[in-house]
């Protein structure tokens, strides 16, 4: 829960490494069990979760009926019950919204939350952990696709939530040294990786690339797949998720939600969603722009206090994504890497 330890930069090397482990801010752990808990929640979000099998993480999405994300869920599957993780602000709402779900599915819904803390590792998951949850990205997952087409960031992305007991936290990260959620985000941020941050009420998943990992694009119905399946197959996404690399010569990171602006313009063309500082690429950050901005523009941040700073973007959802049926084979559902 600490933003930082000592050295930021530091702490992301050691992480990579598996040398390192960071505890999340809380987060709200759901516990599903009985008979139907895979089949019933495989109804409710756009990921395949009854052919998940135990020890199998993914990836979901609870959409509201226009296609918006309402909830990114992280799932694990063990023999006696599907475990959903998210942030601790949105768990509040996901547990009051399976519970009005449940109708006559035999299934019972369990707040864990106040059980486990999140202690993120990379490469190897906790001894000792109750859940360890891997994240598919950057692979394509199968009935997935995905927009990108840059590999740059693929290979340094390796990240393990695991659920540890509160009491034993201590115990099990003993022999790792502790590194902060600063961190974490900077290398999230240089994986590419979208997250939370990035969500607002109107985000479709295309948007964010999200169906590479946590849509399955053939499964049965679900709320908000319509929206999902006309967007892909027959228009475009208004906006899209990019990587920025920040001019650093003032030594300030510009904070989360500044605007983003072509250089020389006064129109806003996005928001700034996650910044950080990373060990190797330097000032970084997401940014979720409108489709229309040209993706060889030379841009600039602007915060509120109407301070600018250069940045040069790095495409990871192009402005053609969609329309898939005009798409090459390369880009199927087959899933695995790219």
Known sequence: MAAQFGNSLTEQRELLGGRAAAVLDPRAVISVTGDDRQTWLHAL???????????????????????????????????????????????PALLQWLNRMVF????????????????????????GATVSWRDPWPT?????????????AETRWNYIENLIPLAEVQAVTAELSAAGTLAVDALRIAAHRPAEAELDEKTLPHELD??????????????GQETVAKVH??????????????DGSGHELPPVNSTVRVAGETQARGRVTSVGQHFEAGPI??????????????????DQDNRVIAATQEVIVPPDAGKAANLGARRSLLGGRK
């Open 104 to 127: 006559r599915a035999k299934v019972s819904v369990s707040d864990l939350s106040d059980k486990f803390a999140t202690v993120v590792t990379f490469n190897e998951p906790l001894d």
């Open 210 to 223: 999200l169906l590479a990992t946590a849509v399955h694009l053939s499964k049965g119905c679900y709320r």
């Open 233 to 246: 197959n027959l228009g475009h996404p208004p906006r899209r998720l990019t990587f920025l690399h920040l």
């Open 285 to 302: 950050a997401l940014a979720v722009l409108s489709r229309s901005t040209p993706v060889d523009a030379q841009l600039e941040v602007v």
């Open 140 to 152: 394509t997952v199968a009935g997935g696709f995905r927009y990108a087409t840059s590999t740059a």
């Open 45 to 91: 979000l756009s990921q395949n979760i009854q052919g998940l099998a135990a020890g199998q993480s993914a990836e979901a999405l609870l959409l509201d009926p226009n296609g918006h994300i309402e909830q990114d869920i992280h799932v694990y599957v063990d023999e006696a019950a599907v475990w959903l993780i998210v942030s601790g602000e949105r768990g």
